[in-house]
């Protein structure tokens, strides 16, 4: 496991998030992969970091964690916090990706390079063998898919998503403490309907995002027994 600080906030690293990033793109050439988990390590990184400095600015001491399909941002003090800090602190983290994927956007159409047609550039980069430009552009790719179409993805409203620790916040804040057993049963809800929704209509294509929302599903379905009303706490789990 590496061990390492940002300022004042403590990083570490699994073992399990390197071979998950390297799974994700076991079907890449070599140049392709190495690229594409340092594009996994840099997006997932800033998006908890989102979350941590987000949570410092409320008196908090974040601690991060990246492991097997995802990150963790928690909390070394127990400070309480209001509903729409916490509403903050999970926008925080997919906000801080789509800032990032904008930001790519805009830098790949201002170097003359349309945005759409990547792959086009990098079979082109391919062709002439130029290794350097295959990986800037493999990354910009990379950095393009994670941090647009996953952020988008985490603001669904389902726990444990950031989307659905926003919605479970916001019913506590506008119940006064309460909600949570509500957000559940949106989760489970919006997670099989998904699911059932991708299966009918493109079979096992999208069978990692099916078998996803059949987790959620079920993890939702299981916390309402018993039936829980209690506020959540801040965010501590988000995933890409």
């Not at 799974?23 to 970091?49: K, N, Q, T, Y």
């Not at 963790?72 to 309480?80: D, E, I, L, M, V």
């Not at 988008?152 to 804040?173: C, E, R, S």
């Amino acid at each position: 496991m590496l061990s390492f600080a940002l300022g004042s906030i403590p990083i570490r690293i699994h073992i399990s998030f390197w071979f998950t990033a390297a799974l994700l793109g076991m079907s890449r050439d070599p140049i392709d992969l190495i690229v594409w988990i340092l594009a996994v390590l840099v997006s997932v990184l800033l998006h908890e970091l989102g979350h941590a400095l987000t949570g410092k600015i409320f008196g908090l001491a974040p601690q991060i964690e990246l492991y097997a399909f995802g990150g963790a941002t928690s909390w070394q003090n127990g400070n309480q916090l209001s509903s729409w800090k916490r509403v903050l602190i999970s926008l925080a983290g997919p906000l801080t990706g789509i800032a990032l994927g904008a930001i790519t956007f805009v830098a790949v159409a201002q170097s003359g390079i349309s945005p759409w047609h990547l792959d086009e550039w990098i079979l082109e980069a391919h062709a002439r063998n130029s290794i350097k430009a295959m990986a800037v552009l493999s990354f910009a790719r990379s950095m393009l898919w994670i941090n647009l179409l996953w952020s988008l993805f985490n603001l669904l409203p389902i726990l444990p998503l950031d989307g659905g620790n926003v919605m479970a916040h916001t019913f506590a804040a506008l119940s006064k403490g309460g909600g949570r057993r509500a957000a559940h049963i949106i989760s489970a809800v919006v997670a099989a309907a998904i699911g059932t929704g991708l299966f009918v209509k493109f079979g096992t294509l999208y069978i990692l995002v099916i078998l996803y929302m059949g987790l959620f599903s079920f993890q939702n379905i299981r916390a309402l027994q018993p039936a829980n009303d209690e506020a959540p706490p801040p965010p501590t789990r988000q995933r890409w």
